[in-house]
């Protein structure tokens, strides 16, 4: 079984200030932990991913994540936020078992105001 | 080209019409998806097909019939749709299933169901 949560529905934040988009996951084997982003009226796009190696991981748009499995979370953060990061993120994790099949969380919606 | 295209942009369909939802990659890769997503909410899994061979069927309704045609087309047959079938229908595709590869999304179908 695998599920994902993201404990805040939105974030609001000032731009040029740093912003953190929460994730925690459970699942009974290792997991792959995924950032898709989505702007009104489009598909999701990818951000970033957690396979295995280094717990930081980078990605696009000056976006990073960083994988802790003592606290089975993957939060996404990016030091300093642009108005054009306003959109809805989604936190996804699938197991190397579960081909093809991801689970996503509810979804944040992250506003960066000027 | 990392593009997955959908067509159409908008569809609206009365309870007894036939219609299709086309989807389309040409990034060679060899697994697709399609996801239905209401509105803020996360995408819902209903099909993959690995290979053009269906591999996961999420206990979706018979009025929803996939097609993979080829590796690089994917089709969503809808039939006797009810007005909660109203919504954005997302084509994605990764580069196989066997791996954690992340998804390409297209912009989505957006189906209105009267």
């Known amino acids: 079984a695998q599920s994902v949560a993201q404990p805040e529905d939105q974030v609001n934040v000032a731009e040029g200030n740093p912003l953190t988009v929460k994730c925690t996951y459970s699942?009974?084997?290792?997991?792959?932990l995924f950032w898709y982003v989505q702007y009104p009226n489009r598909g999701l796009q990818f951000l970033l991913k957690?396979?295995?190696?280094?717990?930081l991981v980078k990605g696009s748009y000056g976006f990073e994540a960083e994988f802790n499995k003592s606290q089975t979370s993957f939060h996404l953060k990016k030091p300093s936020a642009l108005v054009s990061d306003s959109a809805l993120y989604f936190c996804?994790?699938?197991?190397?078992?579960?081909?093809?099949?991801?689970?996503f969380g509810d979804g944040t919606t992250l506003t960066v105001k000027p | 080209d990392t593009e997955v295209t959908q067509t159409p942009k908008h569809l609206v369909m009365g309870m007894t019409n036939k219609k299709s939802l086309k989807c389309e990659q040409h990034?060679?890769?060899?697994?697709m998806y399609w996801y239905k997503q209401k509105a803020k909410k996360p995408p819902e899994l209903m099909f993959v097909y690995s290979y053009e061979k269906l591999s996961i069927n999420e206990s979706v309704p018979s009025r929803f019939s996939p097609e993979c045609p080829n590796s690089s087309l994917l089709n969503l047959h809808l039939h006797a749709l009810q007005p909660e079938d109203s919504a954005l229908y997302l084509c994605a595709s990764s580069q196989d299933t066997a791996e954690p590869y992340e998804q390409y999304f297209g912009p989505g179908t957006r189906l209105t169901v009267t």
């Open positions: 996804a994790v699938r197991l190397n078992t579960n081909a093809g099949k991801s689970t």
């Open positions: 957690y396979i295995t190696g280094d717990n």
């Open positions: 699942v009974s084997g290792n997991p792959y």
């Open positions: 990034m060679g890769h060899r697994a």
